[in-house]
Structure formats: C-alpha cells, structure tokens
C-alpha cells in the first residue's frame, strides 16, 4: 500500500461529503490500515479519511490515555442522537496546522457505525472523546472546526495556516 498523506487546508476536498463504503473489502482494510498509522505518525487524537483525500466515510479515534493505544475505527459513523448539554474544547486539526479555536458541541453522544469486522455497533460517547468523533464526522460531512467560526476569525486562523505551512514546507 502507498503510504497516505495528509491533504493540508485550505482545500476544497474539505467541502465534499465522503461516501458510505458498501463493502468492507481488502482496500477499505488497507485504509483503515493506513489511517491507524497517519494517526499514530502525527501524534493525533483523530483521523478521517477525507483528511487524505479519500471520500470515504471512515474514521479512526484514539485518545491515548495512559500512552494506551484503543483505536476505534468507525466505517459509516452516524450521531444518532446527542444531548442538549454543551461543553467547549479547543480544538485544532493535523490538516491546519498553526491553528486553533474554541469550539462549542453537545457534551454527549451516540453513534452508530460498523468495525472492520462488518459488524454494527453502537457507542456512547461523552467529554472529550465526544468532541473527537463529532470533530472527525464533521471532515465526512464536508465541514471543518473552523466553520463554527466567524468569518473574520476563520480568515484569521486561514492565513495562520498557510504561513506556517509555507514556513514548514508542507
């Protein structure tokens, strides 16, 4: 498998909404595969496959507690209900680099999805690792943390994000 590379923003990809996979089969494998390692090799609490430049509906999430590695990997990921509870995070991106915001969303949530197993599951999530899959949803949806933000303050955190791209060669 080609190893994966990070799709840096601004990038109208970021804008698309990914497809449902059909069939788990030995390419959607080597994905998730290849997402796992993305993850691990940058240090992050969250992948989608969108943030690749595949527009497929994957994510993997580990929030590495205890330096533990527990990916879930989440094939179709759908919130299918959430709370009315808020809480706010700053939340940054792999994929803007430079740049981060306080983002207010529900404090709680499930989600439906399937494992690589092709096996339906059922999460509750809540805290921080709610942030995380509603955060790495939102790539498969078409939309970024940054477009819970004002327009002057995501042109902000934009120009932040190519000028430390360019500086770091990206």
Known sequence: ???LKLVYGPNKI???Q???VADIDGEIIELCAGLRDILYDE???????????VLKRIIVVDLQEDEQKNPFLMINPCVSWHSEETQVFEEGSICFPGASAKITRPKSIKVEYIDEKGVKQMMEAEGYL???????IDYLNGKTYLDYLSPMKRSL?????????????F
């Open 1 to 3: 498998m080609t190893k």
């Open 14 to 16: 970021f804008k698309e």
């Open 18 to 20: 990914a497809l449902e």
């Open 43 to 53: 240090g992050a609490v969250g992948v989608a496959a969108t943030m690749v430049g």
């Open 130 to 136: 709610s942030t995380v899959i509603q955060h790495e």
């Open 157 to 169: 955190l934009l120009k932040r994000t190519k000028k430390y791209t360019r500086r770091s060669g």
